[in-house]
């Protein structure tokens, strides 16, 4: 009777469902790593799987982490032969599988950095008592494995002895009185440089973000720092005095990017409909609805879009790749654009008397109360920066557990509140708050002992860390998709002009404007900060409505990208 249930509940998840075995896709160094081979939708007594690695390319060692209900209910046995390894399990009692589970994990040493399908299942049986069942080549999805090539320096230690290097390398030849220098630094912000020069040693493979920490540090520990010592000194009254177009101009870029995507899958998809087409999880509005989470938010809206509309998880690292690369390449427009701001202002005929009245304001006080620092303000500064960091870490951790535990709508991905579930978002907003609170006390004083200037030099660490991200030489890699990101960039650009414009909006609001909705809090403070340390805490505060507004917005991105989106 018991065998007769066992190969009806076989049969029927045979015939109602689809079988799929899958080697899941996996990203990661040039070490040994574990690739998951999943099954879905099937009931089991046994299996017998052979599974070929490409030999040119990795070394398959081992099968590791075996589901343990084989352990428990029957015997498993493999074999590794050069690059084929031979599966085998038979169980005592049938094992129903509804939803995706992990068989095991094939343990694999990599030869050298690629990305490729690396994997080829020649013979997978599925075994119910008597009955057997083959897996064809239609139902298995072997996913790519991406394994990035060691850089020549690996080591943390010497990444971020380089890139110290280079950021005294470009304040050294800034600062000096060579004709050369000077003329190249009248058209190139130098801030601009910090951030070209490692992205150039990461093309080039001699560092790679993929293996050092060196951003996380910076983004994690040294930006909450910078924005508590930048806005140790702020003067608030005088930021809200800057009046509305600040505003106007972040709405604008978030318009920009809302109408500008769908206005690009329709221009591209005149000349290469295939380019923005596809169905089902690989169609290609999908995989854009986390840019526009990305350029409108940040990192959790780009999750919240991904959970969402769940885009084809093989291809999910192109979408990533545009935003890496759009997204920075429009940085280093602005950038560049700052060393042009009085010419742009002029004309914009924008009215900068408020920007600047708050850059004198902060200049004013910082000069009145200037002073040689010594070693014990240093100290304190160092204490009141790093001690507020832990303040917004254990805010940001408790505060992200309490959401998420207590309420569905932040714990759930695919909400619009899913944000107030990042901590990196909470750790942001407590820093600058902490920054912002102490300005009302004595300790904004020691902005007189180099508070900013400290945290200014933060910023170039985090600058040129941001800059090791960015790979040149991929930019062709996927030009159609590239393309796509490039137009949709320029119709949120044009759209910031053309109201900048009418408004007479100073460039400072156009490029802080874009920058929180395109680079989020990670960046935005970078922009600002390049016109003037005081100016920082508008880039966060602006950044901050890109986290509220990103999921919603990239939601009505996303559907008026699908109905863009020709029919394939």
């Known amino acids: 009777m018991k065998k007769a249930i066992a190969l009806l509940l076989f049969l029927v998840s045979f015939t109602m469902f689809s079988q799929q075995l899958t080697v899941k896709h996996l990203e990661g160094k040039e070490t040994t790593f574990n690739t998951k081979v999943l099954i879905d939708s099937i009931a089991f007594t046994g299996f017998d799987l052979k599974i070929k690695a490409d030999n040119s390319l990795v070394f398959l060692e081992n099968i590791s982490n075996i589901n343990k209900k084989f352990i428990a ?3 498993f046995k493999f074999n590794v032969d050069n690059s084929i390894t031979t599966i085998s399990y038979r169980g005592n009692e049938v094992i129903n599988v509804e939803k995706a589970i992990s068989l095991f994990e094939l343990t694999t040493t990599p030869k050298s950095g690629f990305s490729a399908i690396i994997y080829e299942i020649s013979d997978a049986k599925f075994y119910n008592q008597n009955t057997t069942i083959s897996i064809p080549a239609k139902k298995q999805k072997i996913e790519k494995t991406i394994i990035h090539a060691k850089p020549f320096f690996s080591s943390d230690k010497i990444v971020f002895g380089i890139l110290m290097v280079i950021l005294g390398f470009v304040f050294y030849t800034e600062s000096s009185k060579n004709s050369g220098w000077r003329k190249f630094y009248k058209f190139v912000p130098a801030l601009l440089i910090c951030y070209l020069l490692p992205a150039i040693l990461s093309s080039l493979g001699i560092i790679s973000d993929k293996y ?4 996380m540090i910076a983004s994690r520990f040294l930006l909450p720092a910078a924005l508590i010592l930048m806005t140790l000194s702020i003067d608030l009254k005088s930021i809200f005095n800057l009046g509305p177009k600040a505003l106007i101009m972040f709405f604008t870029g978030t318009v ?11 221009l591209i998809s005149v000349f290469s409909p295939e380019t923005v087409g596809g169905a089902g999880p690989e169609a290609v509005w999908r995989g854009l609805s986390t840019l526009a989470g990305s350029w409108i938010g940040g990192g959790a809206n780009q999750a919240a879009m991904y959970e969402i509309y769940k885009y084809s998880p093989d291809k999910y690292g192109a979408m990533v790749l545009v935003d890496i690369v759009v997204a920075n390449l429009w940085m280093a427009i602005l950038l560049l654009g700052i060393g042009k701001t009085k010419k742009i202002d002029k004309w914009f005929k924008a009215d900068n008397s408020a920007i600047e009245r708050l850059k004198e304001n902060v200049s004013s006080f910082a000069e009145k109360i200037k002073r040689n620092p010594t070693l014990t303000d240093l100290m304190i500064i160092l204490a009141i920066a790093f001690g507020g960091v832990s303040i917004a870490h254990y805010g940001a951790s408790n505060i992200t557990d309490f959401l ?3 309420f569905d709508a932040v714990k759930d991905k695919d909400g619009g509140l899913s944000f107030l579930g990042s901590s990196f978002f909470w750790m942001i907003t407590i820093a600058t708050a902490f920054g912002i609170g102490l300005s009302y006390t004595k300790a904004k004083n020691y902005e007189g002992a180099g508070a900013s200037k400290i945290g200014s030099v933060f910023i170039y660490v985090l600058v040129a860390s941001i800059g090791m ?26 759209l910031l002009i053309l109201v900048a414009k009418l408004i007479r909006a100073p460039f400072f609001f156009l490029a802080v404007g874009s920058q929180a909705n395109v680079g989020g809090a990670a960046s935005a403070p970078i922009v600002a900060s390049a016109f003037h340390p005081s100016l920082t805490s508008v880039g966060v505060l602006l950044a901050v409505f890109g986290y509220v507004v990103g999921t919603y917005g990239a939601i009505l991105c996303t559907l008026l990208m699908k109905i863009a989106s020709p029919v394939m």
């Open 73 to 75: 209910k029957g015997d």
């Open 212 to 215: 050092s920490e060196t951003y």
């Open 256 to 266: 920009g990017i809302i109408i500008g995507g769908p206005l690009a899958i329709l």
């Open 404 to 406: 998420t535990s207590n």
């Open 469 to 494: 991200k960015m790979d040149l030489g991929k930019v062709l890699e996927n030009p159609g998709l590239i393309v796509v990101g490039l137009v949709w960039m320029a119709f949120h650009a044009a």
